[in-house]
């Protein structure tokens, strides 16, 4: 699939999960040429992706496709072997330490098990970023905190501990924390695992509306189909560290891709001519 030109904007998709049409905006993450390797092996291969800014790209995969080392790589965590990944225009493998240091405080990151500190209670996770990168006074730092809390649904529990909560009260609270510092770019990791439809469902919508609330240009990462469609302005498949379609999410529906519709029909396609040969090498020595 060809890509779009580094210095082009993306035409965000009309008819996005909240129904506004979203006029053409510049990039504001770049991935070019990505490859990168692990013990050897090659997870990504030359992968080309761009996110526009205020625009929710949700990155879609069956398990091993590269997904979170294309995750891992736009956050700076995960040198690739070749390419480049640019955020708000830096580039993040090039640019110096203070310059990524502060383009680490325009990240947050809501991560798949929350990575709460669990001696900690909610007001005092939220506040750690804020202690780290502000110097504004505990008092104030408290308020900033607990109305984050409040913006996913979490009013009132900024004294409980993690292990007082739900899985779904986690997922928001490491939400909370990740806009804490209202950056510009949201990453999400599996934001739906583990949760019941319903809760899924609300952790979604509260997706929804921090993108049209604050204009946060989001990248999520995930598995779930029905998250996935309920939220993205654009999809894209990853399978065998190659991108397969990036489009709007009714075009990624009507794919003529064999493999993009195995992943979305749930079928068995990937590894099923590896499998039917296991399968009868064992019947073989029966």
Known sequence: MASP???????????????ATVAARPLAIEVRNLVCHYDGREVLKKVDCAVA??????????SGSGK??????????KRPSAGSVRLLGED????????????????GVAFQGGALLSSLTLAE????????????????????????????DLGGYEDLKPAELSGGM???AALARAIVLDPPLLFFDEHSAGLDPVVAAEIDELIIRLRDALGMTIVVVTHELASAFRIADRITVLDRGEILQSDRPQAIRESAITRVQDLIQRRPGRNRSDTDAYLGRLRGND
């Open 170 to 172: 986690v997922k928001r």
């Open 5 to 19: 030109a580094p210095d082009a904007a993306i035409q965000s998709p009309t008819g996005a999960p909240s129904g």
């Open 53 to 62: 800014s205020g625009e929710v790209m949700v990155v879609m995969g069956g």
């Open 125 to 152: 996770n939220l506040m750690l970023p804020l202690e780290e990168h502000t110097r504004l006074d505990r008092s104030t730092m408290r308020t900033m905190a607990r109305m984050k809390l409040e913006a996913v």
């Open 68 to 77: 979170t080392t294309l995750l891992r790589c736009m956050l700076g965590l």
């Open 92 to 107: 993040v493998y090039v640019c110096s330490g203070a310059t990524l240091q502060d383009l680490r405080k325009k990240m």
